[in-house]
């Protein structure tokens, strides 16, 4: 018997009773569904943050001051460090929320003061008007750049450039506007007024320097960089504590490392669904070569080999496995589809790698639990057969 012929019968043996071929494919489309939506959901969630971090620059060290003890810290100070160690930039940063007001219309936000440095630092863009420049910083002038959230709950368009709204009593002018970021891990990035560092000292009240970002040459000399800066912190602080120094590269590592482990855990999970279609399969089929030992039992009779017996059967349950791997991806995709808009993951969709998985698991499945009732079909002595009833 051919392999196109052991073909033909196995799905008209499967055709012959679609009621249960469906409700046996229905356990490994469920497990297929499992597999790549929970694979895709959790690669979605690497890329979307990865994508967020590398937005920042991986060659950018966050030191971060919690201790309330005077440290001696302040821009001139932080300005000396340029230069040295691959440090290229550095800039205070201080913020709280304060409420802005224009006209009638208020809306709370964060408030950043920030030196002209920040935005190239923080790879912040500005799509109308002008950052803030060194002037705006020694003047102390009542200046903003403000996210596209900002100008909607405020003036209700974007073409703000000019128009002036109230901060903490102070009129302030808007000179640029950010370009649209989005949300991100401390929130929605479009609801940020910035303003001069000088200025926002003032307006928040603060006065010490608890931040301040660190731009270098490149991620090559980052490790020395923040070498650097842990000397000059350790030189000013009593201990450890008071102060910690974030490297953008080893946040992205350490997430790279605990997402792809939380992806295969929950692959792992969705795997045993697969498992159990499996194994409805192998049960289908025990079933299958049951009701059908008179057939076997005939066709050895007139001179079938074990081979096309095996065969047959194999490809039976192989082709069960495979029309439900296949089926399963389509629910996927279109799942995923769905759920795009309402987790905001435009990228989200059926990765190759997902993809090769499902269907590679799905042949295996057939293989693994079809290979016992097969080889036992194949077994059956034509006598016993012939007078099973």
Do not use: W
Not at 2 to 23: D, E, V, Y
Not at 184 to 189: A, F, L, P, Q, Y
Not at 273 to 298: D, K
Not at 352 to 380: D, E, H, R, T, W
Request: with cysteine; glycine share 10%.
């Amino acid at each position: 018997m051919t392999f196109l012929q052991s073909l033909k019968m196995a799905f008209s043996a499967i055709g012959a009773n679609k009621m249960r071929s469906f409700l046996t494919v229905l356990g490994v489309i469920i497990g297929v569904i499992a597999v790549v939506v929970l694979t895709s959901l959790g690669q979605g969630a690497l890329d979307q943050v990865s994508g967020q971090i590398q937005n920042l620059g991986t060659n950018m060290l966050t030191v971060t001051i919690s201790t309330t003890r005077h440290t001696g810290i302040d821009a001139p100070t932080l300005h000396a460090l340029v230069g040295h160690d691959g440090i290229t930039a550095i800039s205070p940063s201080i913020s709280g929320r304060m409420t802005a007001k224009a006209g009638t219309e208020t809306f709370s936000c964060r408030v950043e003061g920030a030196e002209p440095a920040f935005f190239a630092i923080r790879k912040m863009n500005v799509t109308h008007g002008r950052a803030l420049t060194p002037s705006d910083e020694e003047n102390r002038l009542p200046v903003a750049v403000i996210g596209i959230r900002v100008a909607d709950e405020l003036f209700g368009h974007r073409n703000v450039i000019g128009n002036t709204f109230s901060l903490g009593g102070r009129e302030m002018t808007i000179v640029g506007l950010l370009e649209e970021q989005g949300t991100s891990m401390m929130g929605n990035e479009d609801e940020r007024i910035i303003i001069p560092f000088s200025l926002a000292q003032r307006l928040l009240r603060q006065t010490s320097i608890t931040t301040f970002y660190v731009s270098t040459e490149s991620e090559d000399v980052i490790d020395q960089s923040e070498q650097a800066l842990h000397r000059f912190m350790k030189a000013r602080t009593t201990e450890d504590r008071d102060y910690s120094v974030l490297n953008q590269s080893s946040i992205l590592d350490i997430f790279n490392t605990t997402t792809a482990t939380l992806t295969l855990m929950l692959g792992g999970i969705a795997g045993i669904a697969l498992l159990v279609g499996g194994i409805g399969i192998m049960n289908i089929m025990l079933v299958s070569v049951t009701e059908r030992t008179r057939e076997i039992g005939i066709r050895k009779a007139i001179g079938a080999q074990r081979t096309a017996i095996l065969s047959q059967f194999l490809i039976e349950a192989v082709a069960l496995s495979l029309v439900g791997g296949v089926l399963g991806v389509a629910c996927s995709y279109l799942m995923l589809t769905v759920l795009r808009g309402p987790l905001d993951m435009p990228s989200l969709t059926v990765s190759m790698s997902s993809l090769q998985l499902a269907l590679s698991f799905s042949i295996a499945i057939g293989i693994i639990f079809g290979i016992y009732p097969a080889n036992k079909a194949s077994l059956l002595k034509p006598i016993d057969a012939l007078r099973y009833e």
